[in-house]
Nanobody, 124 residues
Framework: VQLQASGGGLVQAGGSLRLSCAAS????????MGWFRQAPGEEREFVAV?????????NYQQSAKGRFTISRDNAKNTVYLQMNSLKPEDTAVYYC?????????????????WGQGTLVTVSS
């Protein structure tokens, strides 16, 4: 599966952005789909995941709970990350990823395919 992330940009603190991850080659419903982010000088960290189960199952990093929402549109073969109430500490390159298995979905090593990343900058 090939992944293409988009939707990043510059936003003021308190603002919102919606990131998109368009998949090609395979359908996103076949994978557990995650979002990660990496700030300069930092390791890549888990943000959110939506599992491939029929019942929508999601999980979030603690700092994203209540502010970010991950969703999946199977018809468009796209996964989204709606980010509200953005903070300067959310500034990072955001990556979408696909996992074939359900093991270690909160760590980067649990994913098999990665998109190229989209930069989110939140100004104070």
């Amino acid at each position: 599966v090939q992944l293409q992330a988009s939707g990043g940009g510059l936003v003021q603190a308190g603002g919102s952005l919606r990131l998109s991850c368009a998949a090609s080659g395979r359908t996103v419903s076949n994978y557990n789909m995650g979002w990660f982010r990496q700030a300069p000088g930092e390791e890549r960290e888990f943000v959110a995941v939506i599992e491939r189960t029929d019942i929508i199952t999601t999980n979030y990093q603690q700092s994203a709970k209540g502010r970010f929402t991950i969703s999946r549109d199977n018809a468009k073969n796209t996964v989204y990350l709606q980010m509200n109430s953005l903070k300067p500490e959310d500034t990072a390159v955001y990556y979408c990823a696909a996992a074939s298995t359900g093991v270690k979905l909160s760590v980067a090593g649990g994913y098999d395919y990665w998109g190229q990343g989209t930069l989110v900058t939140v100004s104070s």
